[in-house]
């Protein structure tokens, strides 16, 4: 009989399942369906010794010391500050957009003053913002709008802007300084060895026993556990009776090349040309030194694996259905960006795992 059952090896799972075993004492079951831990953040070194990312380009980044100190326990660090190029009009400029960006996609030598008056001009005020799309036009315009925003908005979610809620496209601000990182967390850092040794590390503990390739379903009746944390698709959890949630999913296609390096930044998108969103090559956020270079596609896809929450009240009002059935069950609990359908990155999924574990705390009266 285990105290915890754990359904999936993500940050999530992982994390939830260290403070159990290490803090509470208590035995520890996690099922991973994949044949690796670590979730979509789950790297490895591909057949030319290059460590990629499976699932896509993951940068720590974080404001919380909390979350950094307790990741801290389980890897050493090295300093990256993501610097992402979007290609437009047959230039790669920095997005989010800058003072640079508009100097070079335009020619032209505005200072800081003379943008924050250009954009005053170019936006295009709305009453309250309630999309995607208000949130970039209210603020610099149509025009940059339609370069970096809508259309690779429309091949990242099969979404126009003005479909989706602010939240989305207010992941990218706008700058009038000449700041190129992609973020400006106090925090910006990548595990040396990578995620998978971060998670390894993390989640190997005497009371902790790991089953991969392994559905939750095809055991729960088996093998007897007291409690469960759930970080699987919450309708999956419930058989779909209020609907099923969308996801957006996408396919990675990896190439590697007889160069050293491919592109001058980590990450390059394509908001107007060709089916995939974005390059990304790895070498620049690993820093491993190696004569070959890998790189990923990201092409979206309506099937597949449940990546993306897509943030719209439509599918806000089927999660709330769900989670209010979640809310009524005993000795279970929903966490992470599936268990939660919530568009997290990392260190917000810790935030949550650490923050039910001190709820878990008080129940076992500790
Ligand atoms: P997941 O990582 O999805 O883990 C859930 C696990 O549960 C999976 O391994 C799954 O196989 C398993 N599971 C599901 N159902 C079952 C079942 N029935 N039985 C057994 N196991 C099951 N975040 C950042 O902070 N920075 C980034 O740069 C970043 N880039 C991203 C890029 C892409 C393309 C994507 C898709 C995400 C990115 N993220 C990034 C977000 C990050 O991946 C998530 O925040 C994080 O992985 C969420 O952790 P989780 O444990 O909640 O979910
Ligand atoms: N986005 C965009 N153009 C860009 C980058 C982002 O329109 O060059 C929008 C798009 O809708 C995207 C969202 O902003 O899905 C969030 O971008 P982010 O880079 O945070 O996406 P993620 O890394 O989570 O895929």
């Avoid at 789950?42 to 699932?55: A, S, T, W």
């Avoid at 996801?247 to 998108?269: G, H, K, M």
Wanted: charged residues 25%; glycine residues 4%.
């Amino acid at each position: 009989m285990y105290d915890y059952l754990i359904v999936g090896a993500g940050p999530a799972g992982c994390v939830i399942a260290e403070r159990i075993a290490a803090i509470l004492d208590k035995s520890v079951l996690i099922v991973e369906i994949r044949n690796h831990i670590g979730g979509n953040a789950y790297d490895y070194y591909d057949q030319h010794g290059i460590l990629i990312h499976k699932y896509g380009p993951h940068i720590f980044h974080t404001n919380s010391k909390v979350v950094f100190d307790y990741l801290s326990q389980f890897t050493a660090w090295h300093l990256f500050e993501l610097r992402v190029a979007a290609n437009v009009d047959g230039q790669k400029v920095p997005i989010p957009i800058n003072l640079d960006t508009i100097n070079e996609l335009y020619g032209l030598n505005f200072s800081e003053t003379d943008l924050i008056k250009f954009f005053e001009l170019a936006a295009e005020p709305v009453d309250s913002v309630t999309n995607s799309e208000d949130v970039v036009i209210s603020k610099i315009g149509k025009d940059l709008y339609s370069k970096f925003f809508k259309n690779y908005t429309k091949k990242q979610w099969d979404l126009w802007p003005d479909e989706l809620d602010p939240s989305v496209c207010a992941r990218i601000p706008t700058r009038t300084n000449r700041d190129s990182r992609y973020f400006t967390d106090k925090y910006q850092v990548m595990p040396k060895e990578g995620y998978t040794e971060l998670f390894r590390k993390m989640i190997n503990h005497p009371n902790i026993h790991l089953m991969l390739q392994t559905d939750y379903r095809a055991i729960e009746q088996v093998i007897p556990y007291k409690r469960l944390i759930y970080t699987g698709c919450i309708d999956a959890y419930f058989n779909y009776k209020f609907g099923k949630l969308p996801y957006r999913s996408l396919t990675f296609s990896f190439e590697t090349f007889d160069l050293e390096y491919y592109q001058n930044t980590a990450i390059v998108n394509y908001p107007n040309e060709y089916d995939f969103t974005r390059i990304t090559e790895f070498k620049h956020m690993t820093r491993q030194m190696h004569p070959k270079t890998t790189l990923s596609y990201e092409y979206p896809a309506a099937v597949g694996q449940p990546y993306y929450p897509i943030p719209r009240d439509e599918n806000t009002k089927i999660y709330n259905k769900y989670k209010a059935e979640a809310d009524k069950l005993k000795n279970v609990w929903f966490v992470g960006r599936l268990g939660t359908y919530k568009y997290y990155n990392m260190d917000q999924v810790v935030t949550q795992a650490l923050n039910l574990f001190e709820s878990l705390k008080s129940l076992e009266n500790i």
